[in-house]
């Protein structure tokens, strides 16, 4: 059984700052943020840390303990990313239900100051090792959930098609799902 701190250490390097939030973040979450480079060079990753004190419920019953990660480009780190964690927590654990793969938050305007990016989708941590998504703790396994920016049109096309169908656009267009200037994938009718 690992302790959470040392398995994303393990993976995301030594923790470089973070914050304890404040009066209107949910209690005992922080937000920390590890050095760049890592997993992978131009990217910062955040995540949340205390989340997963808090037992969640998932769609079709059972319990999860979660925590949030997002990856950023090291050039434009948006100021706002702790609170949009902060936020992402908060909401959760006011409905009692962590995210399930694919569900999609949004759109609800700019996530990010000067970005197309609307709304954020759950998923798997696609580019780390199988190994970093859940984390065995001695008080419960900790599934680790990547945050993935979207744009406008691919939350609505998600939202109609589901995540697989987006998910599939992905694998086939291939973009830089870490780059907040992106443009929308194609999107196209699925039958």
Known sequence: MADLVEHLERFLGPIQGGTPGGG??????????????????????????????????????????QELLIHLPNARQPS?????????????????????????????????????????????????????????????????TWLVPLTQAEAQFAHVHGWPALEDIFVAQNPDLTDLGRMSVQLRDVP
């Open 24 to 65: 209107s973040t949910p209690a005992g979450v922080q937000v920390i943020r590890f050095g760049a480079d890592a997993p992978f060079t131009g990217v910062t990753t955040w995540a949340t840390l205390g989340l997963s004190n808090h037992h969640l419920g998932q769609q079709g019953g059972g319990g999860l303990h």
């Open 80 to 144: 706002n990313t702790a609170g949009v964690l902060f936020q992402v927590a908060g909401e959760l654990i006011e409905r009692g239900r962590g995210l399930a793969r694919g569900e999609v938050i949004g759109p609800r305007g700019r996530v990010f100051p000067q970005t197309e990016m609307t709304a954020l989708a759950a998923t798997t941590p696609a580019y780390l090792p199988d190994s970093f998504a859940v984390c065995d703790t001695p008080a419960a396994p900790t599934v680790l």
